[in-house]
Nanobody, 114 residues
Framework: QVRLMESEGGSVQAGGSLRLSCAAS????????LGWYRQRPGQQRELVAT???????KYADTVKGRFTISTDTAKNTWYLQMNSLKPEDTAIYYC????????WGQGTQVTVSS
């Protein structure tokens, strides 16, 4: 069974930065896709950033140029670096990995104030 453990989110002011991490109990090489989703109140979970087949990076248009996904295979961990945060980035963020099955982190709250 694969377990994903997210770091804590936090509260920041608009324009600030925050980094999230997701540590997997398996090698990242066993995950064909991994990344981050977020969910705002009353909305469906949406893709934020993902890596597919190890080197195909995709970002939601709303975060392009501000968010960066990266991996550290030695630590079985991936990250979401969030810069220039906006109030509309406020959401619960979930890390996700897909291999044979789908795996989700527990979710972490990110709050951006004006």
């Amino acid at each position: 069974q694969v377990r994903l453990m997210e770091s804590e989110g936090g509260s920041v002011q608009a324009g600030g930065s925050l980094r999230l991490s997701c540590a997997a109990s398996t090698s990242l090489l066993s995950l064909h896709s991994l990344g981050w989703y977020r969910q705002r109140p009353g909305q469906q979970r949406e893709l934020v950033a993902t890596i597919t087949d190890y080197d195909n990076f995709k970002y939601a248009d709303t975060v392009k140029g501000r968010f960066t996904i990266s991996t550290d295979t030695a630590k079985n961990t991936w990250y979401l670096q969030m810069n220039s945060l906006k109030p509309e980035d406020t959401a619960i963020y979930y890390c996700w990995g897909g291999g044979i099955s789908f795996y989700w982190g527990q979710g972490t709250q990110v709050t951006v104030s004006s």
